[in-house]
């Protein structure tokens, strides 16, 4: 399952500030919901460079999408990732995208993905980076949010 991708979002959509990546991820998913304009960066532009973490959105309404922060929950052994992949499947399951965190290891930052897609136990993430035209498209990301343990 997989909810259809805008090409002309995908192209134009950047990552404005180094810093910037969950209000870029969240941007991209309400442009990919057809929510808001594709020019649409008031997310990234209300706080520039400063680093935010889905918290700092929870529970704001954007384009008419009701954002929420459901697994605020530390990372480890007890964080309950099986739930958190049924809860991306029911949102996925009603056409919305989910955004997440991951990070390839503990020397770098966390980055923002958007979730459009799984099949069986994957899922499918998309994300732009700072100063990268290029979308990176992911097709592993159940088992990368395995191996940080959580979201």
């Given amino acids: 399952m997989k909810i259809e991708l805008s090409d002309k ?3 134009k959509h950047v990552q404005k500030y180094p810093n910037s990546c969950v209000p870029m991820a969240i941007e991209l998913a309400v442009k990919l919901m057809r929510k808001v304009d594709v020019d649409f960066y008031e997310l990234q532009d209300e706080a520039g460079d400063l680093q ?28 309950p990732i099986e ?9 996925l399951g009603s056409q919305r995208l989910v955004n997440c965190a991951w990070r390839k290891d503990n020397s770098r930052p966390y980055h923002a993905y958007v ?8 899922f499918f993430a998309i994300s732009k980076d ?5 979308v990176s498209y992911i097709d592993d990301m159940g088992l990368r949010l395995r191996s940080i343990k959580g979201s």
């Fill in 9 to 11: 979002v995908l192209d």
């Fill in 115 to 122: 979730i459009y897609g799984y099949d069986g136990s994957e």
């Fill in 83 to 91: 739930e958190l992949f049924n809860r991306i499947r029911a949102e």
């Fill in 52 to 79: 935010r973490w889905g918290g700092d959105f929870d529970n704001r309404i954007v384009g008419g999408v009701e954002i929420h922060m459901e697994f605020n929950l530390q990372r480890g052994p007890s964080f």
């Fill in 130 to 134: 700072f100063n990268d035209p290029n």
